[in-house]
């Protein structure tokens, strides 16, 4: 076979799903009119209020491992006291986001994915149609704006609960001051380590969301065909979050 | 009146639709009969707008359809139902009269139509996994006609339910669709249903229409009595 159309069919392929990815998301952002608040409210609760206690305990435990470690390694070159102002920092910019966003990937993508593939297989989302109802106004408009919404927030939570977690291993094993150990914790922050966190919150509740519907919307018949809509899209999301991380902090810190 | 002219629809190199031509007259009822697999479903989806044709064309009143248009004219029954699972039976039967009046006046509109197909109030609250297979059916049914639709349209109305209960849904369908004067299109491969729904009765073979004639007619036709072995 030619090798440019080896490389030229894999990268058409690329490059349409690129594209219908997009519209699909810029189809799904735009379906604000009439402005679908109940719905809205609704998601936020399932996406969002729902997730605080795996994202709560995801954050206290890397929070408290961090503080281990960094205290740990410290030592080795007598810089143990940088733990409250590395734990904050390594927290808000990178921590608290990323694993709030993988923690909510396993959690509300598959959740997305299997609800709205079973209404496919089941025709609920021809049964939309039929009642002159657009499926993506109605299921991936309130998903993608509640999961843009709530992400960003669940990441502030869990920079607190995380900061919390060292600070709770550095005052009882680590032997740190408590006061000492909050002062340190903020004289290092700076608003846009905390700013640039959120916006990778909101940034990922929407690969989390987009991954979930577009799945969905394209399972495949029978359980088997929701199966694989709920893993792939499990999968979209955890990989998407961690490339959409590296490039934004590329982009917010270099 | 809707027709179908020359519709054809392909999946990879299968053609499932291979020019299909249908009419169905002002207030008849049309049953499209063939075995799993022909393409009755795809023909109803073609009809419908889920499925975009190959080639062909589909007039409504002699003018091509106008899909917008027609979904607001509409009513559809499928074969699993297809309630939605997140809403009780009656925000469901009244799925689209909530669109344009308050949820009050729909509810009462929907209380109207389950009464209409045997469900009485008690059933309004339930959520649609708490439903039996027929009583599922029957408030699919209820939403189907929730708007007084001019065309309802039927996808194996029996499939799944016992005979006693299928023959049930068939008279259902039957009293609503004399009672309104709806045209009504059913797919079905249940024969004693298209003896008590139809006023004529269509066999769909290799992607075209093989017979089309009246119910009362169908065990003198050939292509039938093939079909039926």
């Given at each position: 076979m030619n090798p440019l159309r080896a490389i030229g069919r894999p990268a058409l392929r690329l490059t349409r799903g690129i594209g219908a990815?997009?519209?699909?998301?810029?189809?799904?952002?735009?379906?604000?009119?009439?402005?679908?608040?109940?719905?809205?409210?609704?998601?936020?609760?399932?996406?969002g209020w729902l997730s605080l206690p795996v994202v709560g305990l995801t954050a206290l435990f890397t929070g408290a491992a961090l503080a281990l470690q960094i205290h740990s390694g410290g030592e080795r070159f007598q810089a143990s006291d940088v733990v409250p102002a590395i734990v904050a920092i390594g927290m808000v910019r990178e921590l608290g986001p990323v694993l709030g966003g993988l923690m909510v990937a396993a959690?509300?993508?598959?959740?997305?994915?299997?609800?709205?593939?079973?209404?496919?297989?089941?025709?609920?989302?021809?049964?939309?149609?039929?009642?002159?109802t657009d499926p993506v106004r109605w299921l991936v408009t309130p998903r993608l704006w509640a999961a843009i919404l709530s992400l960003p927030v669940l990441v502030a939570v869990g920079d607190i609960i995380g900061i919390m977690g060292g600070w709770?291993?550095?005052?009882?094993?680590?032997?740190f001051n408590s006061a000492t150990y909050i002062a340190n914790s903020w004289a290092y922050l700076e608003g846009w380590d905390v700013l640039s966190g959120l916006i990778k919150g909101a940034v990922f509740g929407l690969i989390v969301a987009l991954s979930g519907c577009w799945f969905g919307m394209r399972s495949g018949r029978g359980a088997a065909g929701v199966g694989r809509a709920t893993t792939s899209a499990v999968v979209a999301a955890a990989v998407g979050i961690l490339a959409a991380n590296f490039a934004l902090t590329g982009l917010f810190f270099r | 009146m809707i027709e179908v002219r020359r519709l054809?629809?392909?999946?990879?190199?299968a053609a499932v639709l291979d020019g299909v031509g249908l009419r169905v007259g002002q207030g008849e009822s049309l049953c499209v009969i063939g075995q799993s697999g022909t393409g009755?479903?795809?023909?109803?989806?073609?009809?419908?707008?889920?499925i975009q044709p190959d080639e062909g064309v589909?007039?409504?009143?002699?003018?091509?359809?106008d899909q917008a248009h027609f979904m607001q004219r509409f009513g559809m029954l499928f074969q699993g139902a297809a309630l939605f699972d997140s809403l009780s039976v009656w925000q469901n039967v009244a799925f689209r009269l909530r669109q344009r009046m308050s949820d009050r006046a729909a509810r009462a509109i929907a209380l109207e139509k389950l009464a209409r197909v045997g469900l009485g109030p008690e059933t309004a609250d339930l959520m649609p996994a708490q439903l039996s297979g027929g009583m599922a059916k029957r408030a699919?049914?209820?939403?189907?006609?929730?708007?007084?639709?001019?065309?309802i349209f039927f996808d194996e109305p029996t499939t799944g339910l016992d005979p006693i209960r299928a023959r049930s849904i068939d008279s259902l369908i039957r009293g609503i669709v004399t009672e309104t004067g709806a045209t009504a299109v059913t797919i079905t491969h249940d024969m004693a249903s298209v003896r008590a729904i139809g006023d004529r009765v269509a066999l769909l073979q290799g992607g075209r229409i093989v017979h089309d004639g009246p119910v009362a007619a169908m065990d003198q036709a050939p292509a039938l009595a093939k079909f039926l072995g």
């Open positions: 990815v997009t519209l699909f998301a810029a189809r799904g952002l735009g379906g604000l009119t009439p402005f679908p608040a109940r719905a809205i409210l609704a998601q936020l609760l399932q996406i959690r509300v993508a598959s959740a997305i994915a299997a609800e709205i593939g079973t209404m496919r297989v089941t025709e609920q989302i021809d049964a939309l149609v039929t009642l002159s709770l291993v550095g005052t009882t094993s680590l032997g | 054809r629809k392909s999946f990879g190199q009755k479903s795809v023909l109803l989806k073609c009809i419908l707008g889920l589909i007039l409504s009143q002699g003018q091509p359809l699919g049914l209820a939403r189907a006609i929730a708007d007084d639709p001019a065309v």
